[in-house]
């Protein structure tokens, strides 16, 4: 049986907040470009090597703050999207905390101090734990409307 979900003018929070995330992802591409040049590591390099390169351990963790927030991106966009649908607000409001976090997660990865990403960076494990209710909570409640 097909169950229609409506969408509510307050989505469009959530539609918006995955734009934020996608200019901040921008961003941060941007940034990897600029260390490239910066520390002198050239495509199709991924990751410098400390004997071969001074500078490595700095661009790495610009690399690496990039690269997670791209493995983790999938996620966040399925649990706000999903989990928007029932609750639009509170799933909007956790994605913009979630990319803000995520922002001064990169910065802090990218000072060479890989644990200064979680000063306000570890409030991205909040906000994606909060959209994972919330889309379970979706999940659950589609499930109860079938058995009726």
Known sequence: ?????????????????????AFL???MSFQVGAARKKYKVFYPTLYAIESENKDAKRFNCVQRGHQNSLEMMPLFF????????????????????YTVARFFYFKGYATGVPDN????????FLAIIGLILCTASFGINLVIREAI
Request: glycine share 12%.
């Open 25 to 27: 992802n921008f961003w």
């Open 78 to 97: 399925v649990t706000v999207l999903l989990g928007g649908l029932q609750h639009p607000v509170v799933a909007a409001a956790l994605g913009v905390l």
């Open 1 to 21: 049986m097909a169950v229609l979900v409506e969408l509510t003018k307050e989505y469009g929070y959530v539609v918006l907040t995955v734009v934020a995330y």
């Open 117 to 124: 990403r979680l000063k306000l960076g570890g409030l991205n």
